[in-house]
């Protein structure tokens, strides 16, 4: 019950429903802040209890300085949790672990439970190993099924066991598509209470749903769990970054050419740590679609949120994808009735301030290696021709020529490409050429555009064009069909444009992320062995969200994000050479050239299916029963009990040793003493390159463990499929194939210095960890900027602290990855403002002391700690930013404090 100290209960009629509402112009000041800033302040007030949340915290909120620095702490009570199975699997793992543990210190297992709606969608196993064929979907799911059997015996364990914990099984949509399609509610009601919808996700991409108006974004499974286990989330309250909208898009330019656009603005502008909130004319002229395309890509902004207010658009996509009447008439009243509802002429107050016209947007790619390198597409291919430079050898660069390339970073010259045409012989016979540059993978993927309409039939439109001119795709081009729901591929059943993409190879894979999460499957032996052999820089074209190094596939170097008609484009044109807006395509039946603008659809053609093809029907019909599941997820035989029966010979989900030897007293934290570096890392190391993900090779720690459990090679699945078992999560952490280790130099991946060894020879990370760990030598990390961007990965900070990693020491972080390093037990640390392990001469030799941690029992926060690193000294900032933060780093954890807390309620 909430303390009510401003009077703000109150009720709202809807219909025949009566509904207890809180009020928000109860609080003075409240009408004058941004949409996302009147959700929180709802949630302090209906969950305001005296003592984690006060009316104090709420007159701060109501009193809101725009302009100041982040300083005020408040206590967020999400409504509900969403996870996707890599990020979920680990989070019910510990959920059963945890109650094993409540067990042994006497509490009640059952207490364990989730207290708030969880919901789980399982996209992130599929992979894209069969393609271009009419069965590659059905033969993919097999092969699901096959390779996860045992994860998905544990997630029907779950969804029996817990109160509150629904899973949505395989083959059925992207977690993020599904949520915005049929599991956001955009007003909550539960007990009697109407509420704005809110949520956090384990997965980054979890923004998609603020496209809806609801306040969402991705944490770490850690975190996750607590609020899972009904413990709010301690942020402080945000600076808000308004960006207003003008104007419209123009014909021939898409919903990614905008959110490419809006990325590279808000990098620009820096966005780490704050609300975006769209606002202006231009946001009614913005579909639904498009703004949760644009709410998706929140992280590739580095924003917390991205979300626009309710409005006439909302509520025609509730109705669309089969919302009832009482659901979306509530979701009217509620938000006029709070003042969320969206004035287009309204300027709130903001932070900062951010305009685009949509009419100056233009069709645009981004690459080759991050989402805010936009490229003009006018000019990809002579950009193309200076990128690839960083991705061939010494000798393809003199066989191109260097003079012929200038020495700032302007487009060079295209005839100075580097080349190195290799011939391939295909298992069918066929024989073909490829070089630097060309797309040896372009998948139609990810949440991000598979969930809006406009581009995926632009994607259809384009695909029936190019084959009624006969066009093909190249034959070096694995095309993939992945989308977000079964709803995409009902309405190109309608539509009649199935065929088409049939045609191109674009074929159904699955329901699920596969080629943007690195699921791509392998490419044909032949054209790999070509690629390796060669040392060829091949590039993929995805309509995903991410395109860091070595993330989509281990062949291909340079990654382009682009629309799906581009995507369908990049698969006829084969190579990265090929200007696609100047040079013909191919030819058509009659030998004439056939260019871009001949096979892309008008606006009103695309408009003519997307109305004619989409009905509310295929939504009601596609979610009428979807957590049940088809006949082999029902068929999955699964233990029951409160507790789970581990497996003793399970590879695939082991109980974890979080809480061995816990007691219910915490110990006192202890300054770091005789530590040295595990690795030394530049600039934008992401969780990608961190945590475990993609294919496990068997000559690595995690291979040669899986070996040595029986597992056979062809069966060792992704490190996502395995993120149940820690030993091999363990194993996989700093093991990116694109890691650079600076204390280790001339490698790539996993490797370091061990030097509990004479000479510190060059070792695999996981083996120096044990030898550090066994001779009781404490470990850190040191890194440059943005580090932890990316990602919601838990396994990141999980594989760092088992490691034995007691601190990292960066220039700055991202905001995900660095609560989860304290929710696991490890310190943040920030070099001086300005000063970097370069500057100060840190070699990743030296012997670490860093003192002055133990200040921390005294129940402040330090500012700053003593580090002592052979003859350098500095002072490190302390980046626990909140009391709650200090609290769960004093418990040695997040589910240690969380555990804690339950046992003496």
């Known amino acids: 019950m909430s303390a009510n100290s401003f009077d703000a209960r109150s009720t709202l009629q809807v219909g025949d429903e009566s509904y207890e509402i809180f009020r928000l112009d109860k609080v003075e000041g409240s009408a004058r802040l941004p949409y996302s800033l009147k959700v929180l302040l709802e949630n302090l007030l209906r969950t305001e209890d005296g003592a984690n949340i006060t009316a104090d915290h709420i007159r701060a909120l109501g009193g809101w300085d725009s302009q100041a620095q982040p300083s005020q702490e408040i206590q967020f009570t999400p409504a509900r949790v969403i996870m996707q199975d890599f990020t979920g699997v680990p989070c019910v793992v510990d959920l059963a672990t945890m109650r094993e543990a409540v067990k042994e210190l006497g509490g009640d297992p059952a207490k364990i439970n989730p207290l708030a709606p ?63 399609e049929h599991l956001a509610r955009t007003v909550m009601t539960r007990n009697g209470q109407a509420y704005p919808d809110t949520l956090v996700g384990t997965d980054s991409h979890t923004t998609m749903v603020n496209g809806l108006g609801v306040l969402g974004w991705g944490v770490g499974g850690i975190e996750a769990e607590a609020a899972m286990l009904g413990q709010p989330v ?77 409005d006439d658009e909302t509520l025609n996509y509730l109705k669309l994808t089969g919302r009832s009447e009482q659901q979306v008439a ?134 029936k064009k190019a084959v009624e001119k006969g066009l093909s795709r190249k034959p070096w081009v694995k095309t993939t069909l992945a989308p977000g729901s079964k709803v995409v591929t009902d309405y190109f059943d309608k539509a009649n444009l199935t065929p088409y993409l049939d045609k191109l190879g674009f074929n159904l894979v699955g329901y699920g992320c596969t080629t943007c999460i690195g699921n791509s499957g392998p490419l044909d032996e032949e054209i790999s062995k070509a690629i390796n052999e060669n040392d060829l820089a091949v590039t993929s074209v995805l309509s995903g969200n ?109 109980k974890p040793p979080y809480f061995e030897g816990m007691t219910m ?71 990116n194939i694109r890691l650079r280790n600076q204390i280790a130099p001339g490698t790539e991946g996993g490797f370091t210095r061990d030097f509990t060894q004479e000479g510190g020879p060059v070792s695999f990370i996981y083996d120096a960890s044990q030898n550090y760990q066994a001779a009781g030598i404490p470990l850190v990390i040191l890194a440059g900027k943005e580090y932890g961007s990316g990602s919601s990965r838990d396994w990141a900070a999980k594989g760092t602290a088992l490691l034995g990693v007691k601190a990292v020491i960066a220039e700055s972080y991202e905001r995900i990855h660095r609560s989860n390093l304290i929710g696991m037990g ?63 780093y004093r418990n040695g954890g997040i589910m240690q404090y969380v555990l804690r807390s339950l046992i003496r309620k």
Request: hydrophobic share 40%.
């Open 234 to 310: 301690s942020m402080l309250i945000p600076r808000v970054v308004g960006f207003k909208l003008t104007g419209e898009l123009k014909p021939g330019t898409t919903a990614t050419d905008l959110v490419l656009t809006i990325t590279e603005m808000l990098r620009k502008h820096g966005a780490v740590g704050k609300f975006v909130e769209f606002y202006g004319e231009g946001v009614a002229a913005t579909s639904l679609a498009n703004r949760a395309t644009i709410g998706n890509m929140s992280p590739e902004f580095g924003s917390t949120a991205a979300i626009f207010p309710i």
């Open 665 to 735: 007293e915490t110990s006192p934290v202890s300054d770091v003493q005789g530590a040295r570096v595990l690795a030394k890392l530049g600039d934008s190391v992401t969780t990608d390159h961190i945590s475990p993900a993609g294919a496990i090779k068997a000559d690595t720690p995690a291979g040669q463990y899986l070996t040595e459990h029986g597992v056979e090679r062809r069966d060792f699945n992704s490190y996502g499929s395995r993120r149940g078992n820690h030993e091999v999560m363990i194993r996989g952490t700093f093991a």
């Open 118 to 180: 969880a919901e789980l969608v399982i996209d992130h196993s599929v992979i894209a190993d069969k393609f271009g064929t009419a069965n590659a979907f059905q033969q993919n799911v097999e092969l699901e099924y096959g390779r996860n059997k045992e994860r998905y015996q544990f997630l029907r364990w779950g969804q029996t066991a817990f109160d509150e914990f629904k899973v949505v099984p395989p083959g059925t949509g992207i977690v993020h598509q599904v949520n915005i």
């Open 826 to 888: 490890v310190l943040p640390l920030q070099f001086p403002e300005g000063a970097s392990a370069q500057s100060l001469g840190l070699t990743g030799e030296e012997t670490f002391d860093i003192t002055g941690v133990t200040a921390l029992n005294d129940g402040g926060i330090p500012e700053t700690v003593k580090v002592k690193a052979g003859d350098v000294e500095f002072d490190a900032k302390v980046r626990i930013d909140t009391p709650g933060e200090a609290d769960y």
């Open 330 to 463: 509530l979701v009217e009243a509620y938000a006029k009735e709070q003042g969320l509802w969206l004035d287009p002429a309204a300027e709130p107050d903001f932070s900062e301030k951010l305009e685009l016209d949509l009419s100056t947007v233009v069709p645009s790619i981004a690459g080759p290696k991050r989402p805010q390198d936009r490229i003009v597409l006018a000019e990809a291919a002579q950009q193309f021709t200076h990128d690839v430079r960083n991705y061939v050898s010494e000798a393809d660069l003199d066989e191109a020529g260097k003079e012929s390339f200038p020495a700032s970073d302007a487009p060079a010259v295209s005839n100075g490409t580097p080349s190195k045409p290799t011939q391939v012989v295909a298992a069918d016979g066929s024989v073909f050429e490829i070089d630097h540059g060309a797309v040896t993978v372009a998948a139609i993927t990810s949440c991000t555009n598979t969930s809006n309409p406009y581009v995926m039939v632009a994607a259809a439109l384009v695909a």
């Open 546 to 654: 991410r395109n860091f190094e070595g993330r989509i596939n281990p062949d291909v170097k340079m990654n382009y994000l682009a629309s799906p008609p581009l995507v369908v484009a990049y698969a006829i044109a084969g190579s990265m050479k090929v200007d696609i807006t100047t040079e013909a395509l191919g030819t058509d039946q009659d030998g004439n050239p056939v260019y871009l603008k001949d096979i892309w659809p008008s606006e009103a053609e695309v408009n003519d299916v997307v109305a004619n093809a989409i009905g509310e029907d295929m939504f009601s019909k596609s979610y009428e029963d979807v957590f049940a599941g088809d006949a082999q997820w029902q068929a999955l035989p699964i233990p029951t009990g409160d507790t789970f029966e581990w497996d003793p010979q399970s590879t695939y989900v082991r």
